[in-house]
């Protein structure tokens, strides 16, 4: 049951579609996906790594496609030969599925990689040079000065 209306927030802003259409996902948490589980971790101080359980899945059964900070990654299997021997217990889920990430400002795909029924997302931040931090120098009303030891000071220390 969804609890909250954000429509008339929509009427009376103007630039912030992006952010009311993620708080309406974090809202209607009732119809979230769960399939396939997938894990998000930290590989470095910028760098990322999501890691989605794709058993059964093969290469050509992937789709991954990024598009206006979103990463979606769709997974379709094609129609198999027919098999030898009848299934009698199907627990490897081998069903349609289509799993989205909103990516931040910056972040973009370093690559894909599929080991053992995980398919590996490697992901980078950007800074742009323009965002990034600066050191702003001091300058000061004369040129800088040198101060230099004479005798007497050479003398006491």
Known sequence: MRQFDLAPLYRNTVGFDRLF??????????????YPPYNIER???????????VAGFTDQDLTIEVKENTLSVRGERKAQDERKSDVLYQGIAARTFERRFQLA?????????????????DLVREIPEAKKPKLIPIATNGAPRTIEATSETKQAA
């Not at 809202?27 to 996906?33: D, K, L």
């Open 43 to 53: 590989t470095g101080e910028n760098a990322y790594r999501i890691s989605i359980a």
């Open 21 to 34: 259409s993620m708080l309406d996902q974090l809202v209607s948490v009732e119809g979230a996906p769960s």
């Open 105 to 121: 400002d910056g972040v973009q795909v370093n690559g894909a990689k599929l080991e053992n029924g995980l398919l590996h997302l």
